[in-house]
């Protein structure tokens, strides 16, 4: 199928890996030209030469640096000649009991998984409507849905921006513009962040990452965690054409491991 965005410009952030990676992937498979940001700038700067290197007719620039930081956000709007495709992403605080966290944990959280995203929509959403297409993607959680008690910053912060888009993504003078925004809520995804966490669990239970990981992915119906071209795929569906009458969703991707119906 061709999702009819070839020659358009996405930002994507957290790209350097992970499922920003298979975002950023994906879409330069379907011909968008792209700036991708990420904190890491070697890690970036690879990424950015390998989507060169498998797909030579798009262009790519790479702006290192803390999406969060205000300068570093104008950095990455300064380098997209025009904002179609907005794809935010920030890799989630950290785990802990809610006693243990003070305030500038809290605002640290809000700050890069609810404030960022919607700043960066605030600057781009217009100029999307006045153009007739738009296509923002949040990448939040499948703790959205179902909130796990360890994540509680996690939890508040992106169940903040899920309200937030619930009302502007049905402003009529967005969505009767062809600007669409949705958010995928991804569930548990072979990356290095779920890794991560299973040797921190190996290292207080005693037993082997490996282990731990192969209990993790029978509790999942399919039987595996998801991988980022999965996902980079059903991202790069939403900001196709065909995906023009989808707007204010919240699209989990779980391998069917969310218990309820709605």
């Known amino acids: 199928m061709d999702l009819g965005i070839s020659g358009r410009w996405a930002i994507v ?12 992937q994906a ?34 620039h790479a702006v290192a640096g803390d999406i969060t930081d205000p300068a570093v956000r104008d950095a990455v709007l300064g380098a997209c000649p025009q904002v179609d495709i907005l794809v935010n ?25 609810m404030l960022t ?24 959680s499948g703790a959205v849905k179902a909130p796990i008690d360890i994540l509680g910053l996690s939890n ?18 967005l969505a009767a513009r062809n600007v669409t925004i949705n958010n995928l809520l991804p569930g548990a995804f072979d990356t290095d962040r779920l890794r991560k966490n299973f040797a921190i669990g ?27 071209e999965e996902f980079g795929a059903t991202c790069a569906f939403l900001c ?10 919240n699209v989990l991707l779980d391998g069917g491991a969310y218990p309820g119906t709605y």
């Open 202 to 228: 190996a290292e207080k239970s005693g037993q082997s990452a490996d282990a731990l990981a192969q209990s993790r992915a029978k509790t999942i119906p399919s039987g595996r965690f998801g991988t980022a």
């Open 240 to 249: 196709s054409v065909q995906a023009a009458y989808m707007t204010g969703q």
């Open 13 to 24: 952030c957290a790209a350097s890996k992970g499922l920003g990676k298979g975002c950023a």
């Open 117 to 140: 995203p919607i700043e960066l929509m605030r600057r781009t959403v217009d100029g999307m409507a006045e153009r007739g297409f738009g296509r923002v993607v949040n990448i939040t």
């Open 27 to 60: 879409l330069a498979a379907e011909g968008v030209n792209l700036v991708i940001n990420a904190r890491g700038e070697a890690a970036l700067e690879a990424t950015a030469a390998e989507l060169r290197a498998a797909y030579p007719g798009i262009t790519v």
């Open 89 to 113: 992403n920030a890799g989630g605080p950290p785990p802990g009991d809610f006693r243990e966290w003070e305030e500038d944990a809290w605002l640290a959280a809000v700050r890069a998984n």
């Open 156 to 173: 508040g912060a992106r169940s903040g921006l899920t309200g937030f888009v619930a009302g502007l993504a049905r402003q009529q003078r």
